[in-house]
């Protein structure tokens, strides 16, 4: 009985997966999107991808550090990179490279006929590269056909593409190939960018912040991965874009080059106050609009002046002292304000 059981639910699972699969190709996928970047998802899913792809498989991550946002759903984006994964393995038996890319793109009439077929705007680009077989020419028009397959009997269900082409199409976007019969195959997702942080909608679940009733961009300063990681969540809950820079060069980057506006700069004390004077010089000169605080710990706070721009807030706080602090700043009528918030 418990075989027969344990079949049930593994048939069961299956139908759910080709159901989710013909939704997502039908274009009737029930998505929840949001302002997202595309790094992120590139760096979530890589993180399984190691263990899927196999050891003869290298893979490469090539993300660009001011990658513009979009608007779309996570979870489903990472589907779609984790399908093209799979299928670029599935390419290279004897193993080979798998290069995940992302770049801007500015598309204009006229201009690369690559990208004869897209609207023109402002795009961010993920490009799914791999040294595989490559794909027959008489059998490119036909790769996003649902339940169409190369694979032998019982290898695969033809959907992986198909939902892959559904949900960048639900998403806006366009889904580019190019391949080469012996060389290798690139898979190229263009999705619009998010003209505004304010699009994002409320973050659903059960741990979402409570509703603020805006969504602003927020610069995060952080060279310590874990903490820039557990920060990100805390603003991502609380329905902001969140660009993210590891160090000051990364920082002062976003400051000149960003095309959106950035609302809050939230930097970490770098135990150096000549690099955070630049950074803080830099965010000032390109964003004097923005709000500014800082996170400093009480050892490295009692060495570095409490009197420069912004506010501050003590480390070690909670996530909801965070997030107090990030609404009492986002609503202020004047930022820059030296007055300190000091969390104990």
Same mark, same amino acid.
């Given at each position: 009985?418990?075989?027969?059981?344990?079949?049930?639910?593994?048939?069961?699972?299956?139908?759910?997966?080709? #159901?989710?699969?013909?939704?997502?190709?039908?274009?009737?996928?029930?998505?929840?999107?949001?302002?997202?970047?595309?790094? %992120?998802?590139?760096?979530?899913?890589?993180?399984? !991808?190691?263990?899927?792809?196999?050891?003869?498989?290298?893979?490469?991550?090539?993300?660009?550090?001011?990658?513009?946002?979009?608007?779309?759903?996570?979870?489903?984006?990472?589907?779609? /990179?984790?399908?093209?994964?799979?299928?670029?393995? %599935?390419?290279?038996?004897?193993?080979?490279?798998?290069?995940?890319? #992302?770049?801007?793109?500015? /598309?204009?009439?006229?201009? %690369?006929?690559?990208?004869?077929?897209?609207?023109?705007?402002?795009?961010?680009? !993920?490009?799914?590269?791999?040294?595989?077989?490559?794909?027959?020419? *008489?059998?490119?028009?036909?790769?996003? *056909?649902?339940?169409?397959?190369?694979?032998?009997?019982?290898?695969?269900?033809?959907?992986?593409?198909?939902?892959?082409?559904?949900?960048?199409?639900?998403?806006?976007?366009?889904?580019?190939?190019?391949? #080469?019969?012996?060389?290798?195959? /690139?898979? #190229?997702?263009?999705?619009?960018?998010?003209?505004?942080?304010?699009?994002?909608?409320?973050?659903l679940g059960d741990d979402r912040g409570e509703d603020t009733g805006s969504s602003r961009t927020v610069l995060l300063v952080q060279t310590d991965p874990v903490v820039r990681k557990l920060?990100?969540?805390?603003?991502?809950? *609380?329905?902001?874009?969140?660009?993210?820079a590891q160090d000051v060069e990364d920082a002062r980057a976003y400051s000149r080059e960003w095309q959106g506006p950035i609302h809050l700069l939230v930097a970490d004390a770098l135990g150096?106050?000549?690099?955070?004077?630049?950074?803080?010089?830099?965010?000032?000169?390109?964003?004097?609009?923005?709000?500014?605080?800082?996170?400093?710990?009480?050892?490295?706070?009692?060495?570095?002046?409490?009197?420069?721009?912004?506010?501050?807030?003590?480390?070690?706080?909670?996530?909801?002292? !965070?997030?107090?602090?990030?609404?009492?700043?986002?609503?202020?009528?004047?930022?820059?304000?030296?007055?300190?918030? %000091?969390?104990?």
């Amino acid at each position: 009985v418990r075989d027969d059981l344990e079949k049930i639910r593994k048939a069961a699972e299956r139908a759910a997966e080709l #159901t989710s699969q013909l939704l997502a190709f039908s274009r009737k996928q029930v998505l929840q999107p949001t302002v997202c970047s595309l790094n %992120d998802v590139v760096d979530e899913v890589a993180r399984m !991808l190691r263990r899927v792809i196999g050891e003869d498989v290298e893979l490469t991550l090539q993300t660009h550090p001011l990658l513009q946002p979009v608007r779309a759903d996570p979870g489903q984006l990472e589907q779609v /990179v984790m399908n093209l994964a799979v299928n670029a393995r %599935d390419a290279m038996p004897r193993g080979g490279s798998l290069h995940l890319v #992302t770049r801007n793109l500015k /598309v204009t009439r006229g201009g %690369d006929p690559r990208y004869a077929e897209v609207d023109p705007g402002r795009y961010a680009v !993920l490009e799914v590269r791999d040294t595989g077989e490559g794909i027959p020419e *008489e059998r490119m028009e036909k790769i996003f *056909e649902p339940f169409y397959t190369s694979k032998g009997p019982g290898k695969g269900t033809g959907l992986g593409l198909a939902m892959v082409y559904g949900i960048v199409k639900q998403s806006g976007g366009y889904v580019e190939v190019e391949s #080469t019969v012996g060389h290798g195959s /690139v898979f #190229t997702i263009l999705l619009p960018v998010a003209e505004s942080a304010a699009e994002a909608p409320a973050i659903l679940g059960d741990d979402r912040g409570e509703d603020t009733g805006s969504s602003r961009t927020v610069l995060l300063v952080q060279t310590d991965p874990v903490v820039r990681k557990l920060v990100r969540r805390v603003l991502r809950r *609380e329905g902001h874009s969140v660009l993210e820079a590891q160090d000051v060069e990364d920082a002062r980057a976003y400051s000149r080059e960003w095309q959106g506006p950035i609302h809050l700069l939230v930097a970490d004390a770098l135990g150096d106050e000549a690099a955070e004077r630049s950074l803080l010089e830099t965010f000032i000169e390109h964003r004097p609009e923005a709000s500014i605080l800082r996170t400093i710990s009480q050892s490295i706070g009692e060495g570095l002046p409490h009197h420069g721009p912004g506010k501050v807030i003590h480390k070690p706080f909670s996530p909801q002292e !965070l997030v107090y602090r990030v609404r009492d700043l986002l609503a202020a009528p004047s930022p820059g304000d030296p007055e300190l918030l %000091d969390v104990e």
